[in-house]
């Protein structure tokens, strides 16, 4: 944990020796660094003659069978030998099977190249199978020479298709050099209507309503052509795309293919009914199921050994540990995904966003900021919208924790520009808009909170956890309009859902709103109640950031009782001036102050016109010695 700090904070040593640079780091350990590397290396720097001597007496010196084996058949680059294309075949399966996918894509190519051409099924069955393995490892070079390599061998449009898709599946998230792919891949999909069923989850990436009657359609051709895996596949895409656009029942979608029985494995873990059943119990805070459902996916994913699939997993645990309020454990799950992120040269957007998650929970908002911060730009960089824009939410979120609310404001008016338009989302799959109208009530935007409010959509549920996070946000906003005790009921009842459904760090966020309703109208003992309430929660799912917020709050409203005992001593001071002059007096900035008493940075400044005067002052720093003269 204390190394994966220092990453974060840009200390260190730095992983190899290259440096402190985060993003340096990352790109010079997208490959392990060992010693059969460094051999490699120097076999690669010769010329042609020079490496195909090398490679041959590296395959004597290798002590390792299947790394014989690839030494063998890179010293014969231009040659076909069907005794080592069997044997170079058998080792890629090896490699397979010991979760070493990036070596298994390239010994299926060898095996391939060195298959003789009177045998063009068996070239062209390899050449796939390397296509897959390089998706698999996320090698986008590897997959492209493969992919190529099938186009050149006559393929069927099914199978050009496959080799397609593999080279999209290895950009993972990142697909921003690969939207041509799509349209190729429909083109040849016209000519064959059941190679469209291939393109399956795929299609996600472009119009969402395309995406689902691609889906159906893929289900029904895999169905009659008596494709069980190909079925399980494509009606798992289309449960997802039900589920974000709101169409049909996804949930029996999802049943009908997972009642299917495919191995969760079939098709890649990320791309499996099992898998997906267990994110949507995520986004219903159906929180044992899917912590159950992961724990089996886990120990399938560790038996393969797919470090993306790997990744998936304990990122998705970790969003379970927040929700639970199990702050220490999250930070451990998505510590794993960071760090094998890292090693294996994966896309940081989606590993950052997790940690900064799990930071602002159980870590600390410094490095929440930080990891967001990173994700962002590795997103941003690699054309990931979705990941980019969580990582916003992240940023935006964490800023409004702190009190910096136009540093908020921004980053949720920049997530809102830059969300795809395309994408419809489902409330409880991207839940930043409560956060981004608690942003913008702090900062007096009143109308464009309740415009942002009035996008609730109606088929989501009022007494869902999805639906009292909406609840708090227009508490707040009726708090604004003058409606305090509506206010202070719904963010009871909106506690009361999130307690119901075990999810202590919501309830105790929405005890925190209620407390500083209460403060800004003077009900000290009704705030005082809600601000302990709130304490106990962060205290027992050691959620340290919130917890320091939340006692903060107690020390505050602790201060201003002895200050009003004090009113006399300070020049007939209100309670609010005097509140305000405490929050001064310690460093807050007029934004500060104003998110911390529920009132606007315009009243802010007149009541800090009025303390001045009162006390006949012009400064904060003359304030402040004002005011330890008046309690002195």
């Known amino acids: ?5 220092a990453w974060a904070c840009g200390t260190g040593p730095g992983l190899l020796g290259y440096g402190s640079d985060p993003w340096c780091r990352w790109r010079t350990c997208r490959r392990y660094w060992v010693p059969r590397a460094l051999a490699d290396g120097v076999v690669g720097s010769a010329g042609q003659q020079e490496r195909t001597d090398a490679h041959r007496s590296l395959a004597y010196a290798e002590a390792d069978p299947v790394h014989a084996v690839r030494h063998r058949a890179l010293s014969r680059p231009e040659a076909t030998d069907p005794c080592l294309a069997e044997d170079t075949a058998e080792a890629a399966g090896r490699a397979r099977a010991d979760g070493e996918r990036a070596l298994s894509a390239e010994l299926f190519v060898l095996a391939a190249e060195l298959t003789p051409v009177n045998r063009p099924a068996l070239r062209l069955s390899r050449f796939l199978t390397a296509a897959r393995e390089a998706a698999a490892a996320g090698d986008s070079n590897l997959a492209r020479r493969a992919a190529n390599a099938v186009a050149a061998s006559r393929p069927t449009p099914a199978e050009h298709v496959a080799a ?23 083109r040849l999909a016209s000519s064959d209507p059941q190679s469209l069923a291939a393109i399956r989850a795929n299609v996600s990436n472009s119009d969402p309503h395309e995406a689902l009657g691609a889906a159906r359609k893929a289900a029904e051709l895999a169905r009659s052509a008596g494709r069980p895996a190909l079925e399980a596949a494509s009606l798992t895409m289309r449960a997802r795309m039900e589920r974000v656009l709101n169409e049909g029942d996804s949930r029996a979608t999802l049943d009908r293919a997972l009642a299917l029985d495919v191995a969760a494995e079939a098709d890649g873990i990320a791309n499996s009914p099992q898998y997906l059943a267990a994110r949507h119990a995520i986004f219903d805070d159906r929180l044992a199921e899917a912590r159950s459902r992961l724990t089996v996916l886990l120990a399938v994913a560790e038996q393969h050994v797919q470090e993306e699939d790997l990744v998936d997993i304990w990122r998705s645990l970790a969003e379970v540990e927040v929700r639970s309020g199990a702050c220490a454990k999250a930070l451990a799950w998505a510590g794993k995904a960071l760090d094998a992120s890292v090693a294996a040269g994966l896309s940081l957007g989606p590993a950052c966003y997790t940690t900064a998650l799990a930071q602002s929970t159980g870590g600390s908002f410094a490095a929440a900021l930080r990891y967001a911060a990173y994700g962002e730009r590795a997103a941003r960089e690699e054309g990931d919208v979705l990941h980019r824009n969580r990582n916003l939410w992240m940023a935006g979120a964490v800023r409004l924790h702190t009190g910096d609310i136009n540093g908020a404001v921004t980053a949720f008016a920049l997530l809102d520009r830059t969300e795809d338009s395309r994408r419809p989302a489902d409330p409880s799959v991207f839940r930043w808009q409560p956060d981004a109208i608690e942003a913008l009530v702090a900062a007096g935007e009143l109308t464009s909170a309740q415009n942002m409010i009035l996008t609730f959509p109606a088929t989501a549920r009022q007494d869902s956890a999805t639906g009292a996070g909406w609840t708090r946000a227009r508490a707040l906003l009726l708090d604004r309009a003058g409606e305090t005790d509506r206010a202070v009921e719904l963010l ?17 966020r929405t005890h925190l709103a209620r407390g500083r309703i209460q403060r800004a109208h003077r009900r000290q003992a009704a705030a005082r109640t809600a601000f302990q309430d709130a304490r106990d929660l962060y205290l027992l799912a050691r959620a340290q950031p919130m917890l320091a917020t939340v006692q903060e709050h107690l020390d505050r409203l602790d201060g201003q009782g002895r200050s009003r005992s004090r009113e006399e001593g300070r020049a007939g001071l209100t309670d609010s001036e005097a509140r305000l002059a405490d929050l001064v007096s310690r460093g807050a900035t007029n934004q500060q102050a104003a998110q911390q008493m529920y009132i606007s940075v315009k009243t802010v400044e007149s009541m800090l016109s009025r303390i001045y005067r009162k006390l006949r002052v012009r400064s904060r720093t003359q304030l402040l010695a004002a005011l330890l003269a008046h309690t002195g």
């Open 164 to 186: 397609l898709l593999a080279v999209v599946d290895s950009h993972s998230q990142a697909l921003a050099g690969v939207a041509g792919l799509f349209e190729r891949c429909r």
């Open 1 to 5: 944990m204390a190394d994966r700090a």
């Open 492 to 508: 009871h009842a909106a506690a009361e859902v999130f307690r119901r459904d075990g999810l202590p760090l919501e309830e105790a």
